[in-house]
């Protein structure tokens, strides 16, 4: 039997002993299904198999699409094409990429997906290969232009735990069908939520890359451990090391200011009817890490409207993930924009936003530039024990970074610098503490002012030296010859003696000054 893959890939299953339906499709247990390429054909059968495995372990709580049972049934990757976008802007040899990519991050040894069950029991062992599959490609999505990221992100364990029922969820802590836990450093996700997006005529909600925002606000990119929170992506914080991009992080401070300023319109009952409204709902306001990670899904999900109403933070996030995801959505999923405008326009007034913007950023040991001298405010000894005393000046010429042993050497002309990440936290965490810019005229690469033309100061005492002598002249001769007894003439007399006294003094020191250089 032909069916039309790319009609049905987003069909739920329902199985019965004698058949299969597919959508509103009826198929026969025994028959084979042709879904052309490059998926070749399927057995009902082995679908219905598939199927049943996902209602023995969720109860009937997960009801996969044909797609993700397709690829179960038949290990064809390209059966996974709906769940992932990208692959829409992706030629021949990109989906080779992608998919590979896929399979490297399902088969890392840091990539730590667990199925757990009620009582906390472990059904690893019997997890479908599209569960691992759709958790490795979503992240193969976010990162598949910035993979120099995803090496940091999977160099320790990253966790990911799945939960076959809501109460399995509930009874390891888990909160709201979805959140990121940061005292186990894991995801937790009920497995259904997985595919709930999955079921329209786009891709739609999508609770795992809202709550992979929130992991990658705790991922430090310089240790490749979890660490600050700062509302940020890889690479908008200096502290993300080579990472880094100053650009990115300029556009999200605008970009975000700007949600900001709209968002308090409405909160202040300033908002003026014309007025652009917020891209996110009042949800993602409350805090920094709920804004990065609502808004980090937007970007995957309503590219157009998000670019269209706030290009700075959009460009960000192009800058941040490497490409525009608007090049696969004709047309936005448009469940989010019309929910926010919705609110907005209601009338009602949104709750109290909890955002901050970032600052400029600090001295950090990864904005250190060449050629910039630098000093030392606080004295401190350095992994191999070398001493750095309060006053120090160095002149910064360069930086190593060993990712595996968290080392970094920082050169500079005077001295070497060797930190290491855990012994030396507190230099590396708050290293504008410890430095500061003493003198930046020797920047390598920035464009000195013509120097000006140095006077001749010894000449130039020279030609003072006559002014002075007349003035002692002059003193000297009211003072003593004149015979005027004017009290006013005689300290004018001694003002001119004073005045030469100190003047030879001055010209001297010029002259033997001038000398010496």
């Not at 809501?166 to 990121?180: K, L, M, N, T």
């Not at 949800?283 to 920094?288: A, G, L, T």
């Not at 907005?344 to 909890?354: E, R, W």
């Amino acid at each position: 039997m032909n069916i039309n893959f790319k009609s049905t890939q987003n069909k739920p299953i329902r199985i019965a002993s004698s058949h299969v339906e597919i959508g509103s499709q009826r198929v026969g247990i025994d028959e084979s299904l042709n879904l052309d390429a490059p998926l070749g054909t399927v057995s009902s059968r082995s679908l219905a198999q598939a199927m049943d495995k996902f209602v023995q372990l969720t109860g009937g709580h997960c009801n996969p699409q044909f797609a993700a049972l397709v690829f179960d049934a038949t290990a064809q990757f390209r059966a996974l094409d709906w769940y992932f976008p990208i692959t829409k802007i992706l030629d021949a040899s990109e989906w080779d990429n992608f998919y590979d990519l896929v399979r490297r991050i399902a088969t890392h040894p840091n990539f730590d997906i667990q199925l757990i069950g009620e009582n906390r029991s472990s059904l690893n062992h019997e997890m479908p290969s599209s569960v691992r599959h759709l958790v490795a490609g979503q992240l193969a999505e976010v990162f598949f232009h910035k993979q120099n990221i995803l090496d940091r992100f999977l160099f320790t364990p990253r966790h990911f735990q799945l939960y076959v029922t809501p109460r399995a969820f509930e009874q390891d802590g888990g909160v709201s069908g979805g959140d990121y836990n940061p005292s186990n450093e894991s995801m937790q996700l009920v497995l259904s939520r997985l595919f709930e997006g999955f079921n329209g005529e786009t891709a739609g909600v999508c609770p795992f890359l809202h709550e992979l925002g929130h992991m990658l606000d705790h991922f430090d990119v310089s240790s490749g451990r979890m660490g600050l929170v700062e509302g940020l992506l890889p690479g908008a914080s200096p502290r993300d090391g080579e990472a880094f991009n100053p650009a990115a992080r300029k556009k999200f401070i605008a970009g975000k200011s700007l949600e900001l300023k709209r968002y308090l319109a409405l909160y202040d009952g300033k908002f003026k009817e014309g007025d652009t409204l917020p891209i996110g709902h009042p949800y993602v306001f409350q805090n920094d890490g709920e804004f990065i990670a609502g808004y980090l899904e937007m970007f995957f999900r309503n590219p157009n409207y998000f670019a269209e109403n706030n290009p700075d933070l959009y460009s960000a996030f192009v800058e941040l993930l490497g490409y525009d995801t608007r090049g696969a959505w004709k047309q936005d999923f448009p469940h989010y924009v019309n929910q926010n405008r919705t609110f907005y326009l209601s009338g009602k007034k949104p709750g109290k936003p909890g955002l901050t913007i970032p600052k400029d950023e600090a001295l950090t040991l990864y904005t250190l530039e060449e050629g910039v001298v630098y000093e030392v405010l606080q004295s401190f000894k350095d992994y191999y024990g070398n001493e750095f005393s309060a006053g120090d000046k160095l002149t910064f010429t360069g930086r190593n970074f060993v990712p595996y042993h968290g080392g970094h050497t920082i050169t500079f002309k005077e001295k070497t610098l060797y930190l290491q990440e855990d012994e030396n936290r507190d230099v590396v965490d708050s290293f504008d503490e410890y430095f500061k810019v003493f003198d930046s005229s020797g920047r390598v690469g920035k464009p000195q002012p013509p120097a000006k033309q140095k006077k001749n100061e010894r000449r130039e005492a020279f030609r003072y030296f006559w002014v002075y002598l007349l003035f002692v002249a002059l003193g000297v001769w009211i003072v003593f010859f004149s015979g005027e007894q004017n009290v006013v003439v005689v300290i004018a007399g001694w003002f001119g003696i004073v005045f030469f006294g100190l003047g030879v003094v001055t010209s001297l020191r010029t002259i033997f000054k001038q000398r010496d250089k």
